[in-house]
Nanobody
């Protein structure tokens, strides 16, 4: 079992920045990869960025050049630095961890970008 707790969401104006955090606990040594997903009202949940245990990263096209995913293994925490935010980035952002074939999810944190 892995427990994930997100924080750092909020209301920001277009062009602003936010940093999301995801604190992991439990069986963290079995985590193969972690990721940030988001879900806007009326839309499907989509991958924003992912990072493997080895440090390889991947981004959705919408996030490339604006968002940066990172992890601090000493703090068991993953981050998503979001710059140049746009109103279309408004969504609930979820942290996810993959352990073998299982995905664990956090409760989500709301990000709202005003125009």
């Amino acid at each position: 079992q892995v427990q994930l707790v997100e924080s750092g969401g909020g209301l920001v104006q277009a062009g602003g920045s936010l940093r999301l955090s995801c604190a992991a606990s439990g069986n963290i040594f079995s985590i193969a990869a972690m990721g940030w997903y988001r879900q806007a009202p009326g839309k499907q949940r989509e991958l924003v960025a992912a990072i493997t245990a080895g440090g390889s990263v991947d981004y959705a096209d919408s996030a490339k050049g604006r968002f940066t995913i990172s992890r601090d293994n000493a703090k068991n925490t993953m981050y998503l630095q979001m710059n140049s935010l746009k109103p279309e980035d408004t969504a609930v952002y979820y942290c996810s961890a993959r352990v073998t074939v299982y995905d664990f999810w956090g409760q989500g944190t709301q990000v709202t970008v005003s125009s």
